[in-house]
């Protein structure tokens, strides 16, 4: 979703929602991000509200804590990041847990903030993710990076054990497939888009003339060659 009305025209407002079951937190965000070029266009302290909320509203960016009456953040991530796929989904919290953040991003999470960050820093992350950027620090940024390198290589077939006929690339994902990485988690590995992946697998299929994906997934373990 873009957040230009026009060739030429003024940008409109990034539209955020913000999803904690704190009053104070969202208090204080709230005064933290909502200016000029900020609307916030809907607040939720469950995550069942939340839910019904994000689906109605269609925010630019949505706020989520990961401690939540009722659900999880990280599962509403899950729940939310293929129905809302023009939505941008940062994780603000409290938790400095690496194993957080990497559930956060695999599960399609565009950032992940910890709630001891400057005001000036938050509304920095929530105007740069409209760029394509990752709502995170550095240090974040570098543990998702090596996680995702190091699970490529551990996965990674070699020469051998290709299947003729199919790119390095595509090899690459056939792999991933069989070892039941999502699309999300495939494109996070190769640093590709989502919807780069699927088109690798279209053509794995029609060059493995297979039906879907647990066919050729089915394929890559027999090694058919």
Same mark, same amino acid.
């Given at each position: ?135 995170? =620090? ?8 090596? +996680?995702? $390198? @190091? #699970? &490529?290589? %551990?996965? !990674?077939?070699?020469? /051998? ?40 697998? =279209? ?8 039906? +879907?994906? $647990? @066919? #050729? &997934?089915? %394929?890559? !373990?027999?090694?058919? /060659?």
């Amino acid at each position: 979703m873009s957040t230009w009305s026009g060739s030429g025209a003024a940008k409109r407002p990034l539209r955020v929602m913000l999803v904690d079951d704190h009053a104070l937190v969202r208090s204080a965000v709230r005064q933290a991000i909502v200016g000029v070029d900020v609307e916030l266009v809907g607040e939720a302290a469950t995550a069942e509200d939340a839910y019904a909320i994000a689906m109605a509203v269609r925010p630019d960016v949505m706020l989520l804590d990961i401690d939540l009456p009722g659900m999880s953040g990280i599962r509403m991530v899950e729940e939310l990041a293929t129905r809302l796929p023009d939505t941008r989904i940062v994780m603000l919290t409290v938790s400095d847990d690496e194993r957080d953040l990497i559930d956060a991003v695999s599960k399609g999470a565009a950032g992940y903030l910890t709630k001891d960050l400057s005001p000036e820093a938050l509304l920095r992350a929530l105007r740069g993710t409209q760029h394509g950027q990752l709502a995170m =620090s550095r240090t974040h940024a570098a543990v998702v990076i090596k +996680h995702f $390198a @190091e #699970a &490529a290589r %551990r996965g !990674r077939v070699s020469v /051998g054990e290709s299947i003729e006929g199919l790119s390095p690339r595509e090899n690459d994902v056939l792999r991933m497939l069989a070892d039941g990485l999502t699309d999300r988690e495939i494109a996070n590995a190769l640093i590709i888009s989502p919807r780069t992946v699927e088109s690798h697998v =279209s053509s794995i299929l029609h060059k493995l003339g297979v039906r +879907h994906r $647990a @066919e #050729a &997934a089915q %394929r890559y !373990r027999m090694g058919a /060659g």
